[in-house]
């Protein structure tokens, strides 16, 4: 039986997404805690892979087990065997054609920043920071050079292991409500520190270090050692997993609380 979940974590408490040898990562809590509801080790695959410090709001994965088990069980069981930071959403069966990675048509990200000159100690870890004051139309003008189907080299981290550097970017929406920025991608899939690299180009837009145009001009160099630093971890979340209409997955960002 293929089983289907949708996770929410804070990333704050592990070394990233993949299982490590040190079993600090949030596979490895997962796979511990379905381990402990099925009664055997099972192995857990992800829509998509997050870094250290990196959230998830609507994680999708799968595993195979041959428990029978009623879906709450996947749910509220599973839940009971795991830390505070981590927590499953809910749980579907799922035809042995799916596969969380390999069946998605987008992934959805969306990144917090905080813009005052004082960081917050309450969003400590949840929201980016930046001090200065950024201009939100110049990011938007910005953001419109990276819409569609181009080569990310200039946006991609030295260890990425993609095969192709080419990506369909198919949403960067920027809005501004007070003194945080909300900032939404969406992409048949995104490269190793892409959403972070990307962020980092808007900020050093955003305050005025260069103009909109610019980015246009460092996409198309495919040169990531002329960008701007990889901004911090701390507001990324991994939003939502699109997926055929077939499998009946709604997993699309669905915004459950303040932030995301």
Not at 66 to 93: H, I, M, Y
Not at 166 to 185: C, N, P
Not at 190 to 210: C, D, Q, S, T
Request: hydrophobic share 45%; charged share 15%.
């Amino acid at each position: 039986m293929r089983i289907a979940l949708g996770i929410e974590y804070d990333g704050r408490a592990f070394c990233g997404w993949q299982s490590q040898p040190n079993g600090l990562a949030v596979q490895d809590a997962l796979e511990a805690a379905i381990a402990q509801m099925a009664s055997t080790p099972v192995r857990v695959h992800a829509a998509g892979r997050t870094d250290a410090g990196v959230h998830a709001a609507r994680q999708i994965v799968h595993f195979d087990t041959e428990a029978k088990r009623p879906l709450t069980a996947w749910v509220r069981g599973v839940n009971s065997f795991l830390p505070p930071s981590v927590v499953v959403l809910w749980a579907q069966a799922v035809d042995e054609t799916f596969h969380a990675r390999f069946s998605a048509t987008a992934r959805h990200y969306r990144y917090l920043l905080l813009n005052h000159p004082v960081r917050s100690a309450l969003l400590a870890g949840r929201v980016g920071w930046h001090h200065a004051p950024l201009d939100l139309a110049s990011m938007q003008a910005a953001s419109r050079y990276l819409l569609g189907e181009h080569d990310f080299s200039s946006f991609r981290a030295a260890e990425c292991q993609a095969a192709s550097p080419v990506k369909t970017l198919t949403r960067l929406d920027i809005q501004r409500e007070g003194d945080l920025f909300y900032v939404d991608a969406s992409a048949s899939g995104f490269l190793h520190h892409m959403v972070r690299n990307l962020m980092g180009a808007l900020i050093h837009i955003g305050k005025g270090a260069e103009s909109p145009e610019w980015m246009g001009h460092l996409l198309a160099a495919r040169d990531r050692t002329i960008a701007p630093p990889t901004f911090m971890p701390d507001g990324l979340y991994f939003a939502g997993v699109s997926y055929p209409a077939a499998f009946g997955i709604a997993s699309e960002p669905t915004f459950r609380h303040y932030l995301v």
